[in-house]
């Protein structure tokens, strides 16, 4: 059922739980806000569960639970607990922004959730206002050392790089890892319906890549990728946490995709990129037996592209904003 035409087997599912967020990021919420989904035409508890366990059944072994912001979400620490103990899976992971993850985070630890990403663009906090349009960087950053201390290793940072916006910072970022678990994973700003992409603001990874080894003449030591592993990893010589990039636009990894995409009001994307989408939860609402389900699932794989189109034609596509999509 999650093996597209290209042999391509789909083990890692990622949740969108809310399509909201306390934070209003330049590159992900357009300007004038996104409609919201009325809250009854969103997923419960429930209905997540019963899709979680069938892909689960069906092969998936990772989840990833993200939004919006996945921490407004009342239910996060039973979703957690509910899907870590599902036979088959083996990861639980949660992308958020940290702004109130402290509060929740040693019951998420103690419900299983044992992968961590936190979305931080810049370590200066007056920026950090210009970039969220909201206060809060120390929180966030006090999220990340309540992280480390709780054993969490590594911590993932995630940063859009912005030209002209945060890109002085890469080094500052890397230095980072000097010390502490932690992974900084340097995304490739994407366009997205609203967020005024431009490939002129995009920092490519090649250029990434030479504005971090200028500054470490000891270079960056490859680090051995998993499958399915969206990042190229390195580490610089003797420290301790590690340095990525997400290359979606100037290297894309489609080809060993192996992700698909739940997002809030049940609609599944199989591809990040792509406007196709089938809606579960409407099927789920019509009464549709688990084998009904699996057949629609199945026909959305079916249908999934070898790759995307490239960045020009992602721009110019119809897509989500990212705020609903959950990254
Ligand atoms: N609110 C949570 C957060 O910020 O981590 C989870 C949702 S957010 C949409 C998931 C990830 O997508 C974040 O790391 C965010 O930085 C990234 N993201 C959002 N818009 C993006 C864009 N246009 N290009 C690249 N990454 C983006
Ligand atoms: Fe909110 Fe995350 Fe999007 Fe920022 S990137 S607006 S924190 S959903």
């Known amino acids: 059922m999650l093996t597209d035409?290209?042999?391509?087997?789909?083990?890692?599912?990622?949740?969108?739980?809310?399509?909201?967020?306390?934070?209003?990021c330049l590159y992900c919420m357009p300007e004038e806000g996104v409609d919201l989904t009325p809250n009854e035409d969103l997923m419960t508890t429930d209905e997540i569960m019963r899709l979680a366990e069938l892909f689960a059944a069906a092969g998936v072994r990772k989840v990833r639970l993200t939004g919006g912001e996945p921490t407004l979400r009342r239910d996060l620490v039973e979703l957690t607990a509910g899907i870590r103990a599902l036979p088959g899976v083996q990861a639980v992971g949660l992308t958020t922004n940290g702004l109130t993850l402290s509060r929740k985070l040693a019951a998420l630890h103690?419900?299983?959730?044992?992968l961590l990403n936190i979305s931080v663009d810049t370590l200066r906090s007056d920026r950090f206002e210009s970039m969220t349009r909201r206060r809060g960087h120390e929180r966030v950053m006090g999220a990340?050392?309540?992280?480390?201390d709780l054993g969490y290793d590594p911590v993932k940072v995630n940063v859009v790089v912005m030209r002209g916006v945060n890109d002085d910072e890469l080094c500052d970022f890397v230095e980072l890892t000097r010390d502490a678990p932690l992974n900084v994973?340097?995304?490739e700003y994407m366009p997205f319906d609203g967020n005024v992409w431009s490939d002129s603001k995009m920092v490519p990874y090649a250029e990434m890549m030479a504005a971090v080894q200028q500054q470490y003449p000891q270079g960056l030591e490859r680090c051995l990728d998993p499958r399915g592993e969206v990042a190229k990893n390195f580490r610089v010589p003797g420290f301790k946490g590690s340095v990525?990039?997400?290359?979606?636009m100037t290297k894309a990894f489609c080809a060993d995709c192996n992700r698909l995409r739940l997002m809030a009001d049940g609609n599944l994307k199989v591809c990040l990129f792509g406007a196709n989408e089938v809606s579960l939860r409407d099927a789920m609402r019509e009464g549709a037996s688990q084998d009904d389900l699996r057949a629609i699932i199945s026909a959305a794989v079916d249908r999934k592209k070898a790759a995307h189109a490239g960045m020009f034609e992602i721009a110019k596509t119809r897509n989500r904003a990212m705020i609903k999509i959950g990254g």
Do not use: D, K, P, Q
């Not at 103690?110 to 044992?114: D, K, P, S, V």
């Not at 990340?144 to 480390?148: C, E, G, K, Y």
């Not at 990525?244 to 979606?248: R, Y």
């Open 5 to 24: 035409t290209f042999g391509r087997m789909h083990t890692y599912l990622r949740i969108s739980l809310t399509e909201r967020c306390n934070l209003r």
């Open 110 to 114: 103690a419900a299983g959730l044992n």
């Open 144 to 148: 990340i050392r309540h992280a480390v």
């Open 185 to 187: 994973r340097f995304i």
């Open 244 to 248: 990525s990039f997400i290359t979606s």
